[in-house]
């Protein structure tokens, strides 16, 4: 069993959570659309997840649609006292699993309304606000409608507490004059290193940095410093990528995905796995070569 105590703790929410963590979207169906190949397979490792320590997992009601979540429940619930599930909403799926924006106002209730119904939930501990101006990254423009409407779902007893994903360090100044923000989720690796002045800053105000696709898009030249690394270390490339990120700074918690309990335990090792000032030297030029 991998000690993920060892990679430290970081406060999310009311919770002081283990920073590395799991993110459930890999449990869908291809293309995040539909149920997993193998419904056991994918209870299984959201048990072992627990198991190992985890206390933090990501979410959303437009994964499957609904399908991680009703996973969620049925492999943990009634769900560990010390468990935070942090949850989306902002986007829906077209028939054919596109991903669409879903900003009315009675789009975002009813995405909070069906986390909670799926999740088994009363109270949703952490919901982000996915903005979707840009799918595919943050684009500039006002989230004071949708925030407003989050923030009163807040205020009615429905949300504890409030995140941002796929913005821009000006929206995240506009969010936190509207509502708390507790934590913030973009895009961010190893190789796609856009964010770095603003986990600083999320640093030095306290507030939780969670990288998506933090195993993701490496290109060859990338992939093979990765891998000179680790085979140095007697590591996997993925262990060396999320132990950067956990060196990187204090306040990023880990949500690495996967659909396989190997890759997991895998994942999770990644907490005892130490990297030296030579080897993040060494690391800098993954970066470079993007
Ligand atoms: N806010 C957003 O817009 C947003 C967007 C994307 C994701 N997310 C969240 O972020 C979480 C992480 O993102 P992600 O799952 O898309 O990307 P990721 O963690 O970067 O990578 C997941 C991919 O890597 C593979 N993988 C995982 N561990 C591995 C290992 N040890 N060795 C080899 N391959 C491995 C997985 O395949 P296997 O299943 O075969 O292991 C899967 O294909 C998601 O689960 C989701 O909760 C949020």
New binding site residues.
């Given amino acids: 069993m991998s000690n993920i105590q060892q990679a430290g703790t970081f406060t999310l929410g009311s919770h002081t959570v283990k920073r590395l963590g799991y ?4 449990l869908a169906g291809p293309g995040v659309f539909g149920p997993p190949r193998d419904h056991d397979a994918a209870l299984a490792v959201l048990r072992e997840a627990v198991a190992q320590g985890v206390d933090h997992i ?2 959303s009601d437009f994964y499957g649609p609904h399908v991680t979540n009703r996973l969620i429940r049925q492999a943990l619930a009634p769900y560990p006292k010390d468990l935070v599930i942090v949850t ?1 909403i902002g986007a829906r799926r077209g028939t054919d699993g596109s991903w669409l924006p879903a900003f009315s106002p009675e789009a975002l209730t009813q995405a909070v309304h069906d986390n909670l119904g799926n999740l088994g939930l009363e109270v949703l501990d952490v919901v ?1 606000l ?1 903005i979707m101006f840009d799918t595919h990254g943050p684009a500039e423009g006002s989230i004071e409608a949708p925030l407003t409407v989050l923030a009163e779902l807040q205020r009615k007893g429905l949300v504890r507490h409030i995140g941002l ?2 913005v821009t360090s000006t929206q995240i100044a506009e969010g936190r004059r509207i509502a708390e923000i507790v934590c913030v ?1 973009n895009q961010y690796n190893l190789a796609h290193r856009g964010d770095d002045a603003l986990i600083d800053d999320l640093a030095r105000d306290g507030i939780a940095y969670v990288p ?5 898009g490496f290109n060859p030249l990338q992939s093979s410093t990765l891998s000179d690394v680790a085979q140095h270390l007697g590591a ?1 490339p ?1 262990q060396v990528a999320l132990a950067w990120l956990l060196r990187r700074a204090p306040n990023i918690l880990l ?6 309990v190997g ?1 997991l335990r ?2 999770l090792s990644a907490a005892e796995l130490e990297l030296s000032d030579d080897v993040l030297g060494e690391l800098e030029g993954v970066a470079m070569a993007a």
């Fill in positions: 993110g459930a979207m890999q990501d979410t989306k982000n996915r994903s796929n989720q998506f696709f933090p195993l993701g996997t993925m949500i690495p995905g996967t659909s396989s890759h895998e994942n």
